[in-house]
């Protein structure tokens, strides 16, 4: 039981109670659908059904679907295990959402023009622009004029479309056609899904470590390792908010649907976020700004002759203090990491750098703060509220986070 519990925490669980219909197409991407299913339903907890057409039965089985969605594949209108009925009408009323992946140009070519004649078909006939195609194909049948004009009218009709990328293809070539990867893919998913509750805003999020250079091979950091930026900006993007990510070095993947502007040392990270403050709407700051720098980097290695090295460190400049002339009615979110007098801390800093919501991070608490999935704060509001959390995922933390940002954005 107890393990069962860690496990769960350490989900990333984004789609939670989300109920998604997975239509698998006759596409070569098709092996990609068996692990997209595994994220959604193991990884994210989804509650997905599969639809697999005719053509996709002829390259796999339903038994790795049933597997890891938990129950039988749908494969036909008239003639599966179970009683039939209206299921493509169910299913459709059922499902939040439609994923179909990989989307051949065939089902594309058939929803956008109304064509009904298998039970995927049906049902995205009914579920209408709950749908969201991740198209894959070859270059030629991408550039085909009338498979333009499909996505064009599905596209304009309001169905989601996940543009296929550019890479090697199952012919031996390359070109645009492969299928986007999974996390594109997911992340497209959830904002298809989301209310859009920050759409038409512009969210700047400051994320991972700075590096004061001492000379050209060292430099003083710390280990963030920019996953909570990168999942805040990812969570805002979700909700249809136009976002830019100032990130210092960091190993994690690019975040999806961002734009995303590296810089290494604190000042370039001030200057970076001075310039796109102006704007935004709000600022997310949970980069881990260092607050010392080295004002005399040397330019060659620094030799090591025996004896201690003293090195005397200058202050950098305080981003928030700096931007809070600007403030406005912008929203400014802070982040502090404190190891005593945690919660009186964190207001003094509040309160002193005119912040709406403090993030109060202690990373003496199990799986909280740098380096892990997971993190375990506090949200201090301008009222003085502490609302303490448990230990959860990144994502979700972000999530909320996120949900907080916009009630303050839309005045709730
Ligand atoms: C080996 C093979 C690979 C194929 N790959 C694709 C593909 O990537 N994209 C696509 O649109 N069609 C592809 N096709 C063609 C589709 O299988 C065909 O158009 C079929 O009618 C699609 O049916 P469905 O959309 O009902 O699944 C492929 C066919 C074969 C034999």
């Given at each position: 039981?107890?393990?069962?519990?860690?496990?769960?925490?350490?989900?990333?669980?984004?789609?939670?109670?989300?109920?998604?219909?997975?239509?698998?197409?006759?596409?070569?991407?098709?092996?990609?659908?068996?692990?997209?299913?595994?994220?959604?339903?193991?990884?994210?907890?989804?509650?997905?059904?599969?639809?697999?057409?005719?053509?996709?039965?002829?390259?796999?089985?339903?038994l790795i679907f049933e597997t890891f969605s938990g129950k039988p594949v749908w494969t036909s209108m008239f003639s599966d295990r179970e009683a039939v009925g209206v299921r493509h009408v169910e299913?459709?009323?059922?499902?939040?959402?439609?994923?179909?992946?990989?989307?051949?140009?065939?089902?594309?070519?058939?929803?956008?023009?109304?064509?009904?004649?298998?039970?995927?078909s049906t049902v995205i006939c009914d579920a209408g622009t709950k749908t969201i195609f991740a198209a894959a194909m070859e270059t030629g049948m991408y550039e085909n004029p009338i498979l333009k004009?499909?996505?064009?009218?599905?596209?304009?009709?309001?169905?989601?479309?996940?543009?296929?990328?550019?890479?090697?293809?199952?012919?031996?070539?390359?070109?645009?056609?492969?299928?986007?990867?999974?996390?594109?893919?997911?992340?497209?998913?959830?904002?298809?899904?989301?209310?859009?509750?920050?759409?038409?805003?512009?969210?700047?999020?400051?994320?991972?470590?700075?590096?004061?250079?001492?000379?050209?091979?060292?430099?003083?950091?710390?280990?963030?390792?920019?996953?909570?930026?990168?999942?805040?900006?990812?969570?805002?993007?979700?909700?249809?908010?136009?976002?830019?990510?100032?990130?210092?070095?960091?190993?994690?993947?690019?975040?999806?649907?961002?734009?995303?502007?590296?810089?290494?040392?604190?000042?370039?990270?001030?200057?970076?976020?001075?310039?796109?403050?102006?704007?935004?709407?709000?600022?997310?700051?949970?980069?881990?700004?260092?607050?010392?720098?080295?004002?005399?980097?040397?330019?060659?290695?620094?030799?090591?002759?025996?004896?201690?090295?003293?090195?005397?460190?200058?202050?950098?400049?305080?981003?928030?203090?700096?931007?809070?002339?600007?403030?406005?009615?912008?929203?400014?979110?802070?982040?502090?990491?404190?190891?005593?007098?945690?919660?009186?801390?964190?207001?003094?800093?509040?309160?002193?750098?005119?912040?709406?919501?403090?993030?109060?991070?202690?990373?003496?608490?199990?799986?909280?703060?740098?380096?892990?999935?997971?993190?375990?704060?506090?949200?201090?509001?301008?009222?003085?509220?502490?609302?303490?959390?448990?230990?959860?995922?990144?994502?979700?933390?972000?999530?909320?986070?996120?949900?907080?940002?916009?009630?303050?954005?839309?005045?709730?």
């Amino acid at each position: 039981m107890k393990k069962l519990r860690t496990i769960q925490k350490n989900n990333r669980l984004k789609f939670k109670n989300r109920k998604i219909v997975l239509g698998v197409t006759g596409g070569i991407a098709i092996y990609k659908s068996a692990s997209l299913l595994r994220e959604l339903t193991i990884e994210h907890g989804a509650d997905v059904q599969v639809i697999m057409t005719d053509s996709a039965l002829k390259f796999m089985s339903t038994l790795i679907f049933e597997t890891f969605s938990g129950k039988p594949v749908w494969t036909s209108m008239f003639s599966d295990r179970e009683a039939v009925g209206v299921r493509h009408v169910e299913i459709s009323k059922w499902a939040d959402a439609v994923l179909v992946s990989p989307a051949t140009a065939n089902i594309i070519g058939k929803a956008a023009n109304g064509i009904a004649d298998d039970l995927l078909s049906t049902v995205i006939c009914d579920a209408g622009t709950k749908t969201i195609f991740a198209a894959a194909m070859e270059t030629g049948m991408y550039e085909n004029p009338i498979l333009k004009q499909n996505v064009k009218r599905l596209k304009d009709a309001g169905f989601g479309f996940i543009d296929p990328e550019y890479g090697s293809l199952a012919s031996g070539t390359n070109g645009v056609g492969r299928l986007a990867e999974s996390r594109v893919i997911l992340h497209s998913l959830l904002t298809h899904l989301n209310s859009g509750s920050l759409k038409g805003k512009k969210i700047l999020v400051s994320a991972g470590p700075t590096r004061e250079w001492i000379d050209p091979v060292r430099f003083i950091s710390n280990p963030s390792t920019g996953r909570m930026g990168f999942s805040l900006a990812e969570a805002a993007s979700a909700e249809g908010a136009d976002v830019t990510v100032i990130s210092g070095p960091t190993e994690v993947a690019n975040p999806v649907g961002v734009d995303l502007i590296k810089v290494s040392t604190a000042e370039e990270m001030k200057n970076a976020i001075v310039e796109n403050f102006a704007k935004s709407d709000a600022l997310v700051m949970s980069a881990a700004v260092g607050d010392y720098t080295y004002p005399e980097v040397s330019s060659e290695k620094l030799k090591k002759n025996g004896s201690d090295l003293t090195l005397i460190l200058k202050k950098t400049d305080d981003i928030l203090s700096a931007l809070s002339g600007d403030k406005g009615d912008k929203i400014i979110v802070g982040f502090s990491v404190e190891t005593e007098n945690v919660i009186e801390n964190s207001k003094l800093k509040l309160n002193e750098k005119s912040l709406d919501l403090i993030v109060v991070n202690n990373p003496k608490e199990k799986g909280a703060a740098f380096g892990h999935d997971t993190n375990k704060v506090s949200i201090i509001d301008r009222k003085g509220t502490v609302e303490e959390l448990e230990l959860m995922s990144k994502s979700e933390l972000s999530t909320l986070i996120i949900d907080r940002v916009s009630n303050l954005l839309n005045g709730s």
